[in-house]
């Protein structure tokens, strides 16, 4: 299995721009977590699916944020505008089920807005 | 609410040194499950371990240990005779309700 799948690695964009993360889950798992790392904040969690459902999406910091995911193998995280104060680097993990220990990370998108 | 708590920012220390890591965390969950990820300079989170509430063993896995304790809510991390490979940041989790909270983490810096 090639793991969970983010793209891009790296994005910049300029202030007021929308930014698309986008990333693909391991096959079979019913859950999507979206995290963001920031220096201030830490890992913090931004929203989660179950079976493409949006669960919870009380960690999304404002409306500019906004996530979806049309089906099992795909999910975004969209900013739009973006500010200079969403630079961070974002996460997206999956995992198999309710029952299930594991999550498993994608390596990242590190978004720099200027 | 969960929480996490990592206490120490960074740490410095000379390789072969050992180093330990504490964790402490809230919740008023019967049920959880504490984890420790590794995130190398290269950024990505690397699962080390995943401890259950109701399990109380600890761990070995070469040079690497953990010491869950329940009574304390700790759930520490111990690097044996360290390398400088073990640079990186250490972050202790704790699922509950299936959002996975992190601690700040802990920089280790290993010096030749």
């Known amino acids: 299995d090639a793991g969970v799948i983010q793209s891009p690695r790296h994005e910049v964009t300029e202030m007021g721009q929308e930014v698309t993360l986008r990333c693909k889950p391991i096959?079979?798992?019913?859950?999507l977590f979206w995290y963001r790392q920031t220096m201030m904040r830490g890992l913090e969690l931004l929203i989660y699916?179950?079976?493409?459902?949006?669960?919870?999406d009380s960690g999304m910091p404002e409306d500019r944020f906004s996530a979806k995911m049309p089906n099992a193998s795909f999910s975004t995280l969209k900013i739009q505008p973006s500010e200079p104060r969403d630079s961070a680097v974002y996460f997206c993990?999956?995992?198999?089920?309710?029952?299930?220990?594991?999550?498993?990370f994608g390596s990242g998108t590190r978004l720099t807005v200027v | 609410a969960q929480k996490v708590t990592q206490a120490q920012t960074e740490i410095s220390v000379v390789e072969k040194e050992d180093v330990t890591l504490d964790c402490v965390y809230e919740?008023?969950?019967?049920?959880?499950?504490l984890f420790w990820y590794k995130q190398p300079p290269s950024g990505e989170l690397v699962f080390l371990i995943r401890?259950?509430?109701?399990?109380?063993q600890n761990e070995i896995s070469g040079r690497y240990s953990w010491n869950f304790q329940k009574s304390t809510s700790s759930f520490n991390f111990t690097i044996t005779a360290s390398q400088v490979v073990d640079s990186a940041v250490y972050f202790c989790?704790?699922?509950?309700?299936?959002?996975?909270?992190f601690g700040k983490g802990n920089q280790v810096v290993v010096i030749p």
């Open positions: 096959s079979g798992h019913d859950y």
């Open positions: 989790a704790l699922r509950g309700n299936n959002r996975l909270a």
């Open positions: 919740t008023r969950d019967t049920t959880y499950y």
């Open positions: 401890r259950n509430s109701f399990d109380e």
């Open positions: 993990a999956s995992r198999e089920g309710p029952r299930a220990y594991g999550y498993t």
């Open positions: 699916f179950n079976n493409n459902v949006p669960i919870d």
